[in-house]
Structures are given as structure tokens and as C-alpha cells.
């Protein structure tokens, strides 16, 4: 029986005392119906003062963990109820590790209660803490609405089906080893090699004082014109003169085609829309070109973009009336794709000279045309001529720092294994490509992608559509994902609304979950030098972490990681999982061995860091007239865990 990612009959509760009341929290409540054999494991109760409760806490993580209560029933987590997410049928995570006993879920309903704990506050920096075994892992900032405290519950994915694998009746052979993956560039922010970054429009949520958790994301930018942001978005009217047609009016715009452009004061007028964007000389951030007027391959621009030929075609034919019509087209081309190198090649390099430390590329390239899903035998496959047309565009791919394809989802793709198809073929397609200049890494791929269809913006993704759609991302290798907004999408008070319960029910945890899981597989995998990839692309083998030993929780405006890996885990990882070392680094994947060590350490290490944090709570404990006079940041220094 499919496992889901949060095991939801597979509960600890953990009882914590307010510090400044005697009331008392369960971070999870409820009892198993029947009685309990005498080999079930009890649950714990821990009570006492605050920094008993704490201590015992801390204690217990790692003993409950492998033996969880089994006397607690599931509870079902907070729907919007007007945009509920559908709920796939099958397991989210794609196979237990360890065998799953048929049972019958009965959720009852989470009642959320608030938690008073000493004040703290976060750095201005996301943290960038190590992978730590039984400890709390926090992996965000704390810019979140009011606190609530509850275990996050993943639904289950129907993953695509993975290739047959040929037998052998006589003698079992083992599958090649994968070519190895040239060197890449290294993570944006240390120790995380997979990240997502948020662009989402909040002016009018705003408006209404509706909170938008983003505290899970790397990077926080709206797409609004706000110089000094995370993440720079340049659309056609931020950067540069960029040449256009407008289709409604059919007027020309700095000479209407490239060739007709003036390219020295376009140039010109970036420099100036660069500084003011990104004044910053030394930030680190992404810089994202948005011009999809025209495409700079000739053939490339069918149908309502195909008024560029004609433009072209007219401006040759009028300059020399000689020419046949075939003449006339064929110069226009060269002439087209000349002076559209030009243009996109000169912006990449002006933002490369001028803001180093961004990730400048092109959005929507490269493309992969994977277009024709409602087909049966769809395979999401980029075909010959596309390839060859990409490797056409080898000079935009070594001018761009980055490369951000796009996996937007319309409606009839949502909960469909063909959505996982299409956005593994479209990403296999930026990975290859990004290795094809000659150059020391490879280029990182962040995957452009949207919380709601793009044909029913008040729809959101289920779970299940964002494994296959962030969880492909990266279980294939790419560096990111970008999560964008249009304006329409959140331009009323019951938009907002709904967008702030789709994050706290089902978005966030989910971040939280895929982000912690290639971490983990990073640091033990790759010894943290490199990123896990799937050995074979074309499998359904996901980043994520084990639900019989891991839980998301949700305290105090952050979401954390309770738990450790075993053995097991770890070699799942290294079965269906290798590594792709940062540039200048060495990151072997791990043998069996040579993991078991790894966690025998990092156990070790974190029951050192254990006992030292206690030592920290013990050193803590005042009178309530000294308790009164502690600093936020003190008490952040001593129960830093």
C-alpha cells in the first residue's frame, strides 16, 4: 500500500508549556479507537515547566521518532473552501521504504492552537543551517502570519509510469552507470542546492491586510517596477530600446524589427535602467530578460509573430526592388537573426559587465515545443528539429548566466502524469543545452512555473501538480524554481485570501518538504559539493523525505523539519540518485560504507549539538523577574538548535 509523503497515522505528540501561562499544548491530539497491542509504542507525555518541557523534548526526538504513537488519529489539514486542491490517488512518495500495512484513514479536523514561546526574531538572511538528525531544521525566515502549530499532511501522487526494464532469466544484469555530469555552478545560498524564489504580485493583498506566508522561499521579489529586489524582471519596457510591433495597432516601436533597431542607444539605455534596478554592485540575484515580441530564430516566429517576417521581407524588397521574393526572404532572415543576436547578446553582456554577481538570462529559453499532450501516446519528448534548433542558439546560451525555461500548467495537464512528462522533457532540454559551451560549469537552470493553471487562474495546483512541476525541477537537477504571478490572478480580497490559505495548507509545507530533502541528499550523497540528480531522467524518482521519519511543522512563523534518516533512506538516495559537483569541487557519490559513516557522525554530532543546546536551556533558567529582562536575541542564542 502506497505510503503518503507525511504519514498520517504515524504521530507523536509533543506537549509544550507556555512560559508565560500554565496552559498547555499538543502539537498533535486525538486517540485511536480499539485497544493497542503490547508491542505498540506508547506515547510519550511530557509535561512540567517550560524548560522541562524543552529538555524533554529534545530527549525524545530521537527515540520517538523511529517508533512513532501509534494511539493518535489523523487529522485533515486546512482547505480553502472555495479553492480546494484535488487529491491524487496514489503515493507521493514513489516507493515505502519500508513496507506499508494496509489501514483506513479517519481524519478528524486540526484544531489550531496558538503557542506562546519565548520571543524571537530572525536575521535579516535566511539561515543557512546544515542538515542536523534529530533537531528541529529550520529552513526559512520568519515572515509569516501569526503562529500556528501543526504537523503539515501531504497528499499522494500518481507518479508516471517508469520504463519496462528488460529480465534476464539466466543472469541478472546490472543497469550501466550513468555517464558523468560535467561541473556546475554552485548554489546561490550555501549548503542549498535546490531553492524556490517567489514573484508574486502582493500590492492588493496588501490592500486588504491579507498576509502571504512566503517565509519558505529564497528570495521574496514582485514583479512590480521596484529597484534592489531579489529577483530583477526586465520586461520590454525596463531595459533598453527593445524593437517591437504592436499586433493590435500594427505600430512600430524603436524601429519595429531588430535589424530596424538603433542597438548603441539601446545598450546606452540599459546601462542606465541596470543602475536603477540593481543598484547594487556586490548583491547576489537573478536577472530574468522578459521579451517575447519576437523569437530570434526566423523560423521560430509563426503565426501572430509572423508579421516580423513580413516587416523584414517589405524592408528588403522596398531598399532593392531586383530581388525575387526568395532572394528577398532569405536576406531578410540573415539579416533578422544578425541583428536579434545582436540585440539579446549585447543586453546579456552589459548586464554580465555591469552586475556580475546576477544570474542574467532569457525567460522562456531554451524552449522545448512539447506541445500535443491530449495525444494518448504522448511522451513529452523534445523533438530532432527542436533540439537542432537550440543548439542553433549556442551563443545565447554562452552569454546567459542562467537559463529559466518555462513549465506553466494549463487545466487539462492538472493531476495528469503527462504534466510530469512535459516539464522533465522541458528541463532535460535546458540542462543539455546549458552544458554545451565550452566553459568550466554548466550554466544553472531556475524553472519558471505558477501556482494557479494558466487557463483558470482561480484554480490552484494540487499536490500532486506541484511534484510534477517543482518536484521534477529538482529531482532533475535544476538549481531552482521561480514561482510567478500575474496581477490578474490576485486583484481582489477573495483572490488574496485564497492564495494565503493555498500557501499555509498546501504550498508551503510542500517547499519546505522537496528544499530539506535535496538538502539532505546533498550533504550525505555528494559529501555537500554537488546536487542530486535522477540517474535516469526518465524515471519517477523524486526528492522527498521519508514520511515514516520526518515531519513538517509549522511553530512560531517557521516552518521546520523534525527528524533523522536511516540507513535505509540514505541508500535509497544513492540508488536512484548521483551527484553533479559544483565547479572546482569533488563530490563522489557516497558508497553504502561510506554513508553509514556519514550518519554514524552526523548522529553522533547532533546528540553533541543536543547536549549542548540543554546545557544552553539549563544556563537559561531564571527567576520570572530575570525571565522578564531576557532579549529576543539572547533567547535566540541560547536555544539556537
Known sequence: MPVPLFNQTAATDLLITSPKASKSVFLQLGKKKGSLSPNAARCPYISGPTLQSLKRIFLNIPRVLPQPCKCLTPFKSMLHNKFPSPWSKTCLYPASLHPAKPHKFTNTPLHHNKLTFPSQTASPSPPTTSFSPAAFLSLTSETSPPPFTKISHMPTLKTPPAPPVATNSHQPQLPPPPPPLPHTTGPLFENHPFIVSWNIPDRVCNRHNILLDTSPFKGVATPAKVPGQFLSLFYTDRLGLYPHVDLASKKQFNGGIPQGGNLKASLNKARSDINYYIPSKTSRGLAVIDWEEWRPLWDRNWGTKRVYQNVSVTRIMQANRSLTLQQAREKAKQQFQMAARNFMSGMLAVGRAMRPNYLWGFYLFPNCYNYGWEKPDYTGRCSKKVRRQNDELLWLWESSTALYPSVYLQFSLGDSVKAALMVRNRVQEALRVSASPRRTGTAPVFVYTRPVFVDRNRRFLSQGDLVSTIGESAAMGASGAVLWGASADYDDQTSCKALSSYLSSTLNPYITNVTAAAQLCSNFLCQGNGRCVRKNYNSSHYLQLNPENFKVI???????????????????????????????????????????????????????????????????????????????GNVRKNLKV
Open 554 to 632: 509549522h511553530v512560531q512563523n517557521r516552518y521546520l523539519v523534525l527528524g533523522r534518516p536511516t540507513f535505509a533512506d540514505l541508500k535509497t538516495f544513492s540508488k536512484r540518485f548521483t551527484c553533479q559537483c559544483y565547479k572546482g569541487l569533488n563530490c563522489t557519490s557516497r558508497t553504502y560504507r561510506e554513508l553509514a559513516k556519514a550518519l554514524i557522525f552526523s548522529v553522533q554530532q547532533g546528540l553533541q549539538r543536543k547536549a549542548y543546546t540543554l546545557n544552553k536551556v539549563n544556563e537559561a533558567v531564571l527567576d520570572d523577574t530575570q525571565q522578564a529582562s531576557i532579549t529576543k
